[in-house]
């Protein structure tokens, strides 16, 4: 009788892994702020881009 022995983990193949919402801006990829301009009533608005994601809003 011959024995099988169970396949190395380190062998098989891995399985792809879907690329989850990044938990530092919870999949938006980045945020708006708002910022004085200097003058009265001038208000800008830019976009921000997650350092954690890079403004994709995927990790992994």
Same mark, same amino acid.
């Given at each position: 009788?011959?024995?099988?022995?169970?396949? %190395?983990?380190?062998?098989?193949?891995?399985?792809?892994?879907?690329?989850?919402? $990044?938990?530092? *801006?919870? #999949?938006? &990829?980045?945020?708006?702020?708002?910022? %004085?301009?200097?003058?009265?009533?001038?208000?800008?608005?830019?976009?921000?881009? $997650?350092?954690? *994601?890079? #403004?994709? &809003?995927?990790?992994?």
């Amino acid at each position: 009788m011959t024995a099988t022995l169970a396949p %190395d983990p380190v062998s098989r193949p891995s399985t792809p892994t879907a690329a989850q919402d $990044c938990g530092m *801006c919870n #999949g938006q &990829g980045g945020s708006w702020v708002t910022n %004085d301009g200097g003058n009265p009533g001038k208000i800008f608005r830019e976009w921000v881009p $997650c350092v954690g *994601c890079k #403004g994709t &809003g995927k990790v992994g």
